[in-house]
């Protein structure tokens, strides 16, 4: 995916980076920039990388324009517009979106490793412009203008509160926490009287142990024995 729009966005499609030179911001998804970088690392001059991939050269300044008008490592695929049969506008736009729909198709990295009548049986043509603006559509409906960025931090404080009120929060006679998403009560050692569907159970009264003789009957007993 390349993406070029002078609006900055911030992008929710997973693993897009933002590239930004002039008045252009660039969204590259994360496994093109990674060729691009090691296209960048191995060939500094784009002169050299434009004869590997091989193609027209109708459109050499264009290509020349683009490399220098784009920050690096996105400019070191500038020579894959060779590709495209016809003359390529200066065009910001129309050359992301021609590049949007090459690395689509090929592998920039690997294309350059095969053989040489591979490399010169491929080829794009202008057609291409409609393909790569239904792609830039869907884009910009599902990303947010950088301005609105406050909206979307608004919008995660409200769903936490919304997601708390939710959990609940029960006092059982005692304090309650939260650890880890759990819910964790103390109540007191005697409670079980105030939950519901329980009474208050008190142990039985002990009947009360039996009187020791008086000191008249211990008395009579004595006479008794004697």
């Known amino acids: 995916m390349i993406i070029a729009s002078k609006e900055r966005y911030m992008p929710v499609v997973i693993n897009t980076l933002v590239l930004t ?5 660039f969204y590259i998804h994360r496994d093109v ?34 490399y220098e008008q784009t920050p690096k490592p996105l400019n070191i695929i500038a020579p ?16 992301c979106g021609a590049l949007h729909v090459i690395t689509a198709m090929i592998n920039v990295r690997g294309f350059i490793l095969k053989p040489p009548e591979v490399r010169k049986s491929v080829s794009f043509t202008l057609s291409i412009k409609e393909e790569y603006e239904l792609a830039w559509e ?12 406050d909206l979307l931090t608004l919008s ?3 769903l936490a509160l919304m997601m708390n009120g939710m959990s609940g929060n029960v006092n059982i006679g005692g304090s309650i926490g939260s650890i880890g998403g759990m819910i964790r009560t103390e109540t007191p ?3 079980t009287g105030i939950l519901a569907g329980y009474s208050h159970v008190k142990e039985p009264e002990l009947p009360m142990a039996a009187k020791g003789p008086s000191e008249k009957e211990k008395s009579a007993t004595k006479n008794l024995l004697i």
């Open 80 to 95: 894959y517009l060779n590709l495209i049969e016809g003359t390529i506008e200066k065009d910001m736009e129309l050359c």
């Open 33 to 66: 920039y990674d060729q691009m970088v090691i296209l960048s690392d191995r060939y500094e001059d784009p002169e050299t990388l434009a004869e590997l991939i091989g193609g027209s050269r109708n459109n050499e300044e264009t290509v020349r324009w683009f």
């Open 189 to 191: 050692l005697d409670a």
């Open 156 to 158: 995660a404080q409200r």
């Open 21 to 25: 030179k002039g008045e252009w911001y």
């Open 138 to 149: 869907s884009f910009f409906m599902s990303a947010m203008p950088y301005e609105q960025r």
